[in-house]
């Protein structure tokens, strides 16, 4: 099945650095989804983005729906030890199914 | 809140035999659920689209006689994974959209080992 590009694939980073990633399609989509995986566990949803050019926040963590509707990016700020984890992001038209991204795995050096 | 359970949470089943994987939604209605298989290091992909009363829609690729498909109410579905392999050792994953909405409830998926 058709997966979205996600980068980087993974990052390590230092606790309190800034982490960016971003996702992006071939085709258009009018629902952005972003997503954290711990081991183990299904995805939990941190932020929704419906309309093309919205930036939304939940917390430390921000989303963009990019404004051609084929790309979204998410920031996380001050990361934290309990950011580790793989995060992705999906994409949506209308009612019809996710299609997810290929994941970028966080993790925090010591 | 929208919670989704599963159960298993994780089982260990011998080559040939069947397994059955349930998804509920705890505290909505769902007329839809989604089945996901996760391979170690790999993203979700969508093996099959559930919705009660009706037969399933699978994704290209996927034996509908191998993972066979109940949703006979409105808080659940099944899926059962039929003569397993050791290739099909995954982590499968349901998700429920409820009714009326477009938004997706994970649960917390199933660890599935074929010996």
């Known amino acids: 099945g058709q997966q979205l590009n996600q980068s980087p694939q993974s990052m390590f980073i230092q606790e309190g650095e800034d982490v960016s990633m971003n996702c992006t399609s071939s085709s258009i989509f009018n629902t952005w989804l972003w997503y954290k995986q711990d081991p183990g566990e299904g995805p939990v949803l941190l932020i929704a983005?419906?309309?093309?050019?919205e930036l939304t926040s939940n917390g430390r963590l921000t989303a963009q729906f990019g404004i051609t509707r084929k790309d979204s990016f998410l920031n996380i700020s001050a990361s934290i030890p309990s950011d580790v984890g793989i995060y992705f992001c999906?994409?949506?038209?209308?009612?019809?199914?996710?299609?997810f991204g290929t994941g970028t795995r966080l993790t925090i050096i010591p | 809140g929208a919670v989704v359970s599963q159960h298993p949470s994780r089982v260990i089943c011998k080559s040939g035999t069947s397994v059955k994987i349930e998804c509920r939604s705890l505290?909505?209605?769902?007329?839809?659920m989604f089945w996901y298989r996760q391979f170690p290091k790999q993203s979700l992909m969508l093996m099959a689209t559930s919705n009660e009363g009706s037969k399933a829609t699978y994704e290209q690729g996927v034996e509908k006689d191998k993972f066979l498909i109940n949703h006979a109410s409105l808080t659940l579905s099944t899926l059962t994974v039929t003569s397993a392999h050791p290739e099909d050792s995954s982590f499968y994953i349901c998700?429920?959209?409820?009714?009326?909405?477009?938004?997706?409830?994970f649960g917390p998926g199933t660890r599935l080992t074929v010996t």
């Open positions: 999906a994409g949506q038209l209308g009612n019809e199914k996710l299609t």
């Open positions: 983005l419906y309309k093309a050019g």
């Open positions: 505290d909505f209605q769902a007329t839809t």
């Open positions: 998700s429920a959209r409820r009714q009326g909405s477009y938004e997706q409830y």
